[in-house]
């Protein structure tokens, strides 16, 4: 399922420069050649601005530095809900985990980063379930490094398991996050982008307590692996 989010926070603080690329050794000045390439960069954007030359980015052109990171959070990676709040895998009703994700992202001069992702969800179905069908939500956050919060969004994420199937994957795409930069030189490397299931307390202490379920619960044991 594709999804479109997008990300603008009003004032992002300024960050330490991060070179835009790369150099072969043996350059005397990197750091002035990168101002003079920035400066010449700048210059041709706003001579095609003033002719009208605007075309669209190329999904092959080179980024002027690194994408943010993008991973999963810890205590809200996986979901596990309990019948009455009962830790035993004859309690569960629902589960997931996020299994993979993978990102990639564009900016270049001074435009904001352009980052796109692709989440795979397990979803288990366990034996307390009421029905067939049940809406998870799961949210993205963008965030300066684990400084703060700049923007957060939540995502519904509804499944119907078919008859007599209590495991599914569901892939879903979330287009045009836009994260905002200082100024040509603040980098993807500083802002860092987190996905994650909405989970209660209860939820989120089993997580980090490494408490695990196999998705298709209640069909051997009855107490979590540790």
């Known amino acids: 399922m594709r999804r479109q989010m997008l990300l603008a926070a009003a004032v992002v603080a300024a960050f330490t420069a991060v070179p835009a690329m790369s150099y072969a050794q043996g350059r005397r000045d990197p750091e002035a050649e990168q101002r ?11 001579q095609r601005e003033e002719w009208g030359d605007n075309q669209a980015p190329l999904q092959a052109l080179r980024n002027a530095g690194p994408c943010p990171f993008v991973k999963s959070l810890y205590d809200a990676a996986r979901y596990v809900e309990f019948k009455e709040g009962r830790e035993a895998s004859a309690n569960v009703a629902w589960s997931g985990e996020i299994q993979g994700i993978s990102a990639g992202c564009q900016y270049k001069d001074e435009e904001p980063i352009q980052l796109r992702m692709e989440v795979l969800f397990e979803v288990g179905k366990g034996p307390q379930a009421d ?10 956050a963008v965030t300066d490094r684990n400084r703060s919060v700049l923007a957060k969004e939540t995502f519904d994420l509804p499944v119907t398991f078919p ?9 879903e795409n979330i287009n045009n996050i836009t994260i905002p930069r200082a100024s040509i030189s603040t980098s993807g490397s500083n802002f860092e982008v987190l996905i994650g299931f909405e989970v209660t307390p209860q939820m ?5 307590d490494g408490k695990r379920f196999r998705l298709n619960v209640g069909q051997a044991s009855n107490t979590p692996n540790p």
């Not at 003079?36 to 706003?46: D, L, V």
């Not at 029905?131 to 993205?140: C, E, N």
């Not at 008859?163 to 892939?171: H, I, P, S």
């Open 36 to 46: 003079k390439q920035q400066e010449e960069a700048a210059k041709k954007r706003r």
């Open 163 to 171: 008859e007599g199937e209590d495991r599914l994957y569901v892939t």
């Open 204 to 208: 989120a202490a089993f997580n980090r």
């Open 131 to 140: 029905g067939r069908q049940k809406t998870y939500r799961y949210w993205v």
